[in-house]
């Protein structure tokens, strides 16, 4: 019988002690690797290709939240985590599981009966592995840094260094202060999870950072565009222009 190739990733060692040595009475399961961040945890995935993560949310360096972004297989997902029970509500209907710390070995076993279900169904695990993704970007609050993935290599952008954000097709473009990153989300995201008083959404095209903006100006008739203190010029909508004259 193939085993359950299995993967633990939580930056505590107590954490992962316990998970393996409760799977350790699985004989159909198999521990590949253990690891104690998430830019180590991405890399055993994309190499690996496990079945079944246990997969810790807060985490240092880079959250599990966050690593959800960035895998390109994705497993099937079991939450260990001690963030408060009712924060995890969200993730009840969607998640395969979640653990919270403590827990115990009848609740772990409960855990794998979920995970054997979804890992019969690869088709069911694709779609609950999306929906996780959905319920994260839903109950996570405005947004402090976005990840981003350029072939091996992972980029982390604090928010306050985003000068402005610009739609291209299917991604999105951040200017930052540090470069420029390609990002594979839409606006709407991006105006949803910034925070408002922060940014505001002038165009279409173009999220830009308010304290950046130095003055509105205008071209012709009902046609607008923001001088950034850099000198850079963006175009602004006449949606754009209402909200910034109400902000102004």
């Known amino acids: ?57 807060q985490m240092p360096k880079l959250t599990g939240f966050e690593m959800l972004e960035l895998i390109d297989s994705p497993p099937v997902i079991i939450f260990t985590t001690a963030y408060d029970q009712y924060a995890l509500k969200a993730f009840d209907v969607n998640a395969t599981d979640y653990l919270l710390k403590p827990f115990s070995e009848d609740r772990f076993n409960d855990s794998l009966v979920k995970a054997e279900k979804l890992l019969s169904n690869k088709a069911v695990s694709l779609s609950k592995f999306q929906d ?56 709407k995201y991006f105006e949803e999870s910034l925070n408002s008083k922060d940014f505001v959404r002038i165009h279409r095209s173009y999220i830009v950072r308010l304290a950046l903006i130095k003055q509105i100006e205008l071209l012709e008739k009902e046609s607008y565009q923001i001088i950034l203190h850099d000198g850079k010029k963006l175009p602004v909508s006449k949606t754009g222009y209402s909200k910034l004259k109400d902000l102004f």
């Open 1 to 57: 019988m193939k085993k359950i190739r299995t993967l633990i990733i939580d930056d505590e060692q107590l954490g992962r002690d316990l998970i393996k040595a409760y799977i350790a009475k699985h004989e159909g399961y198999e521990v590949l690797a253990e690891c104690n961040n998430g830019f180590d945890g991405i890399k055993q995935i994309n190499e690996m290709k496990p079945d079944l993560i246990f997969l810790d949310i």
């Open 132 to 187: 996780i993704l959905k319920t994260a970007e839903a109950s996570r609050e405005a947004l402090e840094r976005v990840v981003v993935k350029n072939q091996q290599k992972i980029t982390l952008v604090p928010v306050e260094e985003i000068k402005y954000i610009e739609a291209q097709d299917d991604y999105t473009m951040l200017y930052a202060e540090k470069g420029n990153f390609l990002k594979q989300k839409t606006m």
